[in-house]
């Protein structure tokens, strides 16, 4: 934590110090001696000094960012904060941990928060409630209280729970489900949170399987990010805040292992300015705030000229998150959730510091061989007759090719013609993210698609690494992206219209970000738990954590 009486300029330490062994600071360039491996945070001087092959610059003033630069293959990187990422992933990974069980809610008594399965000679049984709820009393402070295994026993008319639910996710606007259900707003916003944390309960049951080492033989995880635009919330102020979701996708089940938006709703953004004011955050570079994990409100004015010249605005409560961080520790996410995978093979779009974050969550099950990392560009400005003409355009190619390769199937044939490219790369292109190989099966999806393999060590043969580039496709997680647009009201795109200034509105777009945060979560448990596809199974049934699809009405009465 950052000290108080920290003077302007003065140095806290050489890098950022790491976090629970986690340093994220280091070489990214896996054919260097120091990938993986973090700088110290005090080097000696002269030629006899204690090196470690990394140099710092840059100053320590706010907004000029402090650079690390390795010294032995010429990688740089900007500074980032070890304590944010550990912030932001305890955020991620907040709904997957059990809640605490019953305990003493007298705050002046010592067993205050002792839950009865920790200290259970703390707690005597005192018979029950008058609808069967199991009653403890305290023998420190002689209070009573009560737990409940029914979720909707404060609720009237908890029936309509369903159709909310089924409305939410089917493109229903939530003024219509207000007038269709006969409910205030005020109970759908209640609901709506409800529904999220019946979603939590009910997949952190079956996802418990994966933390506790469930063996997966291949993963083929496509991630990639989707945006949002909530509209302004007064005339005073009629700047757009935008949002961003990062998602991972298995190619081969469609189960949507995480989808996390790059904002907190339980973090005060004035309280936090007050106190970023008084122990000098904005004094220093951001890497090494002690709120480096959140916008600040001096950061949303400097961003109109300086970090990302666009016209933004703060969300109505909560606050943004930095959006390198959400992805650092989304990565930092699924490392946690899938220690039992025995490989998996990560397709990225190209979206910024990506290669950076699956780098530094995974390099040592890169080093090993069990996570290999791609690329995939695809050209998605194409119109659908371009789309065609391009496809058509390979068929005749693979037309001409089968006359050659009569005996070969299609896939055989793509898997030559990757292989001669990809050795192609390997002589003209010295630099591994240069060496972009042109997949030969497109489809109207990915018309025009090429692969980099960015995590190439050299340890595979050109047909071995042909085979895993002819897997590289985005569609499980654009396909999840799609539905997402298609099926909840309030996500789909909107529009700028001519007299709006190039700002944006939408009728069915949300004021509250946090809205939107819980029917991400929400429609993420139904998507992998109750929409079956033409084979009858759902993602999780194929992935093997669930045996049967399960309705919206048990997901919500889930209990266990």
């Given amino acids: 934590m950052l000290k108080k009486d920290r003077k302007v300029g003065k140095a806290p330490s050489r890098v950022p ?77 907040k709904p997957l941990i059990p809640p605490a069980g019953p305990a003493c809610k007298n705050k002046m008594c010592p067993n205050y928060c002792v839950s009865v399965d920790c200290a259970p000679a703390e707690y005597q049984r005192f018979g029950k409630t008058a609808i069967g709820s199991p009653r403890y009393r305290c023998k420190h402070c002689q209070k009573t209280f009560s737990i409940t295994s029914n979720p909707t026993h404060r609720q009237r008319k908890p029936e309509k729970n369903d159709l909310i639910f089924r409305a939410l996710i089917n493109k229903v606007p939530m003024r219509r489900i207000c007038e269709l259900i006969e409910i205030q707003p005020a109970v759908l916003y209640q609901r709506l949170k409800f529904i999220q944390e019946q979603c939590h ?242 489809n109207m999806g990915e018309p025009e698609k090429s692969v980099c393999f960015i995590s190439d060590r050299g340890k595979h043969s050109a047909k071995e690494v042909a085979d895993m580039m002819l897997w590289a496709s985005m569609h499980s997680v654009d396909r999840y992206f799609m539905l997402l647009r298609r099926r909840i009201s309030l996500l789909e795109r909107p529009i700028a219209t001519a007299s709006s200034n190039r700002r944006i509105w939408h009728g069915g777009s949300p004021y509250n970000p946090e809205v939107v945060s819980r029917l991400l979560d929400s429609f993420r448990v139904a998507y992998n738990f109750s929409l079956a596809g033409k084979d009858y199974k759902t993602p999780a049934m194929r992935l093997g954590i669930s045996d049967r699809p399960y309705s919206l009405g048990e997901i919500l009465n889930w209990d266990g």
């Fill in 201 to 442: 309960r009910f997949s952190r049951s079956f996802e418990q399987a994966l933390i506790d080492g469930k063996h997966i033989d291949e993963l083929h995880l496509t991630v990639d990010r989707q945006e949002y635009v909530l509209n302004w919330g007064t005339q005073f102020n009629r700047r757009n805040t935008q949002l961003a979701a990062v998602a991972s996708a298995d190619n081969k089940t469609g189960y949507v292992f995480g989808m996390h938006l790059d904002y907190d709703p339980d973090v005060d953004t004035y309280e936090a300015d007050l106190h970023a004011r008084e122990i000098g955050d904005y004094e220093v570079d951001r890497a090494y705030r002690y709120y480096a994990r959140i916008w600040l409100p001096e950061d949303y004015d400097l961003s109109q000229s300086v970090i990302e010249n666009a016209d933004i605005s703060a969300p109505s409560n909560g606050t943004r998150v930095y959006r390198e961080y959400t992805l650092f520790a989304h990565f930092m996410f699924l490392r946690r959730l899938l220690p039992g995978a025995e490989k998996i093979l990560f397709f990225m779009d190209q979206e910024s510091n990506i290669r950076a974050a699956c780098f530094s969550a995974f390099n040592d099950w890169i080093l090993e061989g069990k996570v290999e990392s791609f690329l995939v560009r695809i050209n998605k400005s194409l119109t659908i007759d371009e789309k065609r003409l391009a496809l058509a355009s390979r068929e005749q190619m693979f037309s001409r090719l089968r006359e050659d390769f009569s005996d070969s199937s299609d896939w055989r044939i793509a898997r030559i013609l990757m292989e001669e490219e990809y050795k192609s790369q390997l002589t003209s292109e010295r630099k591994v993210s240069s060496r972009w190989v042109r997949h030969p099966l497109p």
């Fill in 17 to 93: 110090p790491s976090v629970d062994g986690l340093q994220i600071n280091a070489c990214r360039n896996l054919a260097c001696p120091n990938f993986g491996k973090p700088p110290f945070q005090k080097v000696g001087r002269g030629l006899y000094g204690k090196k470690d092959g990394y140099r710092i610059s840059g100053g320590w003033k706010p907004h000029v960012y402090r650079m690390l630069y390795c010294t032995l293959c010429g990688e740089s990187l900007t500074l980032k904060s070890n304590h944010a990422v550990m912030e932001e992933l305890d955020r991620l990974w």
